[in-house]
């Protein structure tokens, strides 16, 4: 079972006749343990560290962005630049 750390969870998998493993789409686990369902049973995974590069994108960014004054190019900026990259 894939699933988010939801406060419905127990009664969803009390409802399961067979899981051998939930994946939590969190990456913390405060909320699992707190949550009434046997934990011996499954293999039992999160997501940790999956939004780590695009977070150090972001932040580069927005550091760039705030630093350097960068602002979006209006409509027909983008449009003379896109079709002078293409024309080459």
Known sequence: MITPTLPWLSEALARLADYRW????SAGVEKIWAMDFDKTRPLMT???GVHGAPMSEYA???MLYF???IRPLPRPVQTRRAAALLAG
């Open 60 to 62: 580069i960014g927005a």
């Open 22 to 25: 939930i994946h939590f789409l």
């Open 67 to 69: 630093t350097k004054l």
């Open 46 to 48: 999160k997501s940790s």
